[in-house]
């Protein structure tokens, strides 16, 4: 047994050996090299190798229809257009719909703002409605409240009105009316300087006269 | 002074606005592109669609190119990145709708192999290259038939040199095996 593993390990070493050789020479040499100078049987196989070498190359060596070579590229052109064709449909869907999809979103995004933007100013007019005529009113309490302040603690404006509260006052104790109010304070003598026919006709007229 | 990648030539006057400058790198690396896929796919359909996947990404990433590596091992990188992620997203499909069959059915219809010797062969190709790995497959593909350097597949994959070849082996290895298989 191990004696047949060795011979085995031997036969495949100078096989190698023998391909070596082979393929050294490989491709073109007719002759066997000089350089080896083996055993009949190795020369034996170095030729069995070549004749299955050559056994192996003459089945690539068929005749073929020449027509599919000569027709390889206008196939290639072909298909070359076919591709940049689809190509260029693709690029045009593809940039078409981003174009679209872009006009959606810009679209899309006026609307939202045209919609808030109404939202919001209704809001703001709603605001502007209830918080203008409280803040107009306030300012106007607080003008009001101010002017009057200003009234009041202006000096020069207390004595102008002390002065014509006192002009008006001596003005009015000047008047007949008041020389009436102050007859009336002598009415008693009126009456004592009147006879008894006067007096009558006073009251008689008194009388007639519709008070309330 | 160094000689400049014709491919920066074409970039430039693309980036410049000739139209025509892309359509001349197309047409000089679409059949590599389309053979990758397909064989990283195992079915036209799923490589057609592929190529103009790469194609649409060259167009729209060509201002990106940097002008430090080849262009081919840009686009290298581009189909590899594209047909890994769409046979996982194949996957998750067939997973969720249970659909291969009819994913089936319709590229064998569609195909640009009309020949029913070739029809054989590259299924024969395609049920031996499925088996790999997707990242195993992607390393044996670009070297065993796009026939590039390691150093240029390190650029492509960003995985070192050793691991490369490691990975060659062990994908070239199962191939043979499966084929030696098939046939026996």
Redesign the interface.
């Given at each position: 047994m191990h004696l047949k593993k060795l011979l085995t390990l031997w036969v495949i070493k100078m096989?190698?050996k023998i391909?070596?050789i082979y393929?050294e020479h490989?491709?073109g040499e007719e002759n066997v090299p000089d350089k080896f100078a083996g055993p009949v049987e190795d020369q034996e196989k170095l030729d069995d190798?070549r004749k299955?070498?050559d056994?192996?190359?003459?089945?690539?060596s068929?005749?073929?229809?020449e027509k599919?070579?000569t027709n390889?590229?206008p196939?290639?052109r072909e298909?070359?257009e076919k591709?940049q064709r689809s190509f260029f449909y693709k690029k045009l869907i593809y940039s078409s719909s981003i174009a679209f999809s872009t006009l959606l979103l810009l679209v899309f995004s006026f609307q939202f703002m045209k919609t808030n933007f109404q939202s919001k100013v209704t809001q703001q007019n709603e605001t502007m409605e209830t918080v203008l005529p409280t803040a107009s009113q306030d300012i106007y309490i607080a003008s009001a409240d101010q002017f009057s302040d200003s009234i009041v603690n202006n000096s020069a404006v207390k004595q102008e009105i002390d002065k014509t509260l006192n002009q008006s006052l001596s003005a009015a104790s000047n008047s007949n009316d008041y020389i009436l109010i102050k007859n009336t304070m002598d009415y008693n003598n009126v009456l004592s300087q009147l006879d008894d026919d006067e007096l009558e006709k006073v009251y008689a007229q008194l009388q007639q006269t519709k008070i309330l | 002074m160094p000689e400049e990648n014709p491919d920066y030539d074409l970039v430039r006057r693309f980036l410049n606005g000739d139209e025509s400058s892309f359509?001349q790198l197309?047409?000089k690396y679409?059949?590599k592109i389309?053979?990758h896929a397909r064989?990283m796919t195992g079915n036209h359909l799923d490589a057609?669609e592929i190529?103009?996947e790469v194609?649409?990404v060259l167009?729209e990433k060509l201002k990106n190119f940097n002008f430090q590596s080849s262009l081919f091992t840009w686009i290298y990188r581009i189909t590899i990145t594209r047909s890994i992620n769409y046979i996982k997203r194949q996957k998750l499909r067939r997973f969720v709708s249970f659909d291969e069959e009819e994913n089936r059915g319709l590229s064998t219809d569609d195909d640009?192999?009309?020949?029913i010797e070739?029809?054989e062969?590259?299924k024969?190709?395609d049920s031996?290259l499925q088996i790999l790995p997707e990242k195993q497959r992607e390393i044996f593909l670009l070297?065993?038939?796009d026939?590039l350097s390691y150093e240029e597949i390190a650029q492509i994959t960003g995985k070192s040199v050793g691991g490369l070849?490691a990975n060659?082996?062990h994908a070239?290895?199962k191939?043979?095996n499966l084929?030696?298989n098939k046939n026996g």
């Open positions: 096989d190698k391909f070596d393929d490989f491709p190798l299955s070498a056994v192996l190359k003459s089945l690539s068929v005749s073929i229809d599919y070579f390889i590229l196939r290639f298909n070359l591709k | 359509n197309a047409r679409q059949a389309y053979w064989r057609d190529v103009q194609l649409l167009f640009i192999v009309k020949n070739d029809k062969k590259l024969k190709l031996v070297r065993h038939f026939e070849k060659y082996f070239f290895e191939v043979v084929m030696g």
